[in-house]
C-alpha cells in the first residue's frame, strides 16, 4: 500500500461525494470556507489534518459527503491549495478525478484586498482579475492596482 493510500485510509470510506487531498498542512479549515462549509448545516464531512506527506511535508484531506464538487469551485481553492487532487466517489468507488486548472488569471473569485482599489468602486462595476505570478507558494497580483495580494484576506474577500 502505498504512502498515499495510507494516509487516504486515515477516514472511513464515503459513499458518495468528494474528497480532496493534497491540500497543505493546516489549511483545511480554509478550504471550508471557500466551499461554504460552516458546520451547522452542512453536509456530513470528515477532515484528516497534518498527515505526512512527501510533496508537501504534511497535508490535509477533506471529504465531504452527497456533494460533488464542481469544477469552478475546485479552481477557487487554488488559492490555498494549488496542488490538490480530487475525486468524486460514486458508490464507493472513484468516478471521476478531477484536478485544479490554474489559468494565468484568477476572474471573478476574489475581491482585491485594497479597499481603495479601483475593482472595489462600486461605481465601475469591473471583473475581478487576479493575475497568478506563481503557484508555489501562491502569489496573485491584482490587474488593475498592481498590488500583491495576502491570501488569509483574500480568502476573506471569495466572491
Ligand atoms: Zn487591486
Redesign the pocket.
Known amino acids: 500500500m502505498s504512502a498515499d493510500e495510507q494516509s487516504m485510509r486515515r477516514v472511513t470510506a464515503i459513499r458518495n461525494g468528494t474528497v480532496i487531498d493534497h491540500i497543505p498542512g493546516g489549511m483545511v479549515l480554509q478550504a471550508l470556507q471557500i466551499f461554504n462549509v460552516d458546520g451547522r448545516h452542512s453536509n456530513p464531512i470528515s477532515l484528516v489534518m497534518n498527515v505526512p506527506s512527501r510533496k508537501l511535508g504534511t497535508k490535509d484531506i477533506l471529504k465531504i459527503e452527497d456533494r460533488e464538487l464542481t469544477q469552478e469551485e475546485l479552481d477557487r481553492l487554488a488559492l490555498i491549495a494549488p496542488i490538490a487532487s480530487v475525486s468524486i466517489i460514486r458508490n464507493y468507488s472513484v468516478a471521476e478525478k478531477l484536478s485544479i486548472k490554474l489559468g494565468d488569471e484568477m476572474v471573478n473569485v476574489a475581491r482585491?484586498v485594497?479597499s481603495n482599489?479601483i475593482?472595489n468602486s462600486e461605481r465601475e462595476p469591473l471583473p475581478h482579475r487576479l493575475k497568478v505570478l506563481k503557484t508555489s507558494p501562491m502569489t496573485l497580483q491584482?490587474h488593475?492596482?498592481g498590488?500583491i495580494q495576502n491570501l488569509e484576506r483574500l480568502v476573506k474577500n471569495l466572491l
Do not use: K, N
Request: aromatic fraction near 24%; proline fraction near 0%.
Open positions: 482585491c485594497y482599489c475593482s491584482c488593475y492596482c498590488r
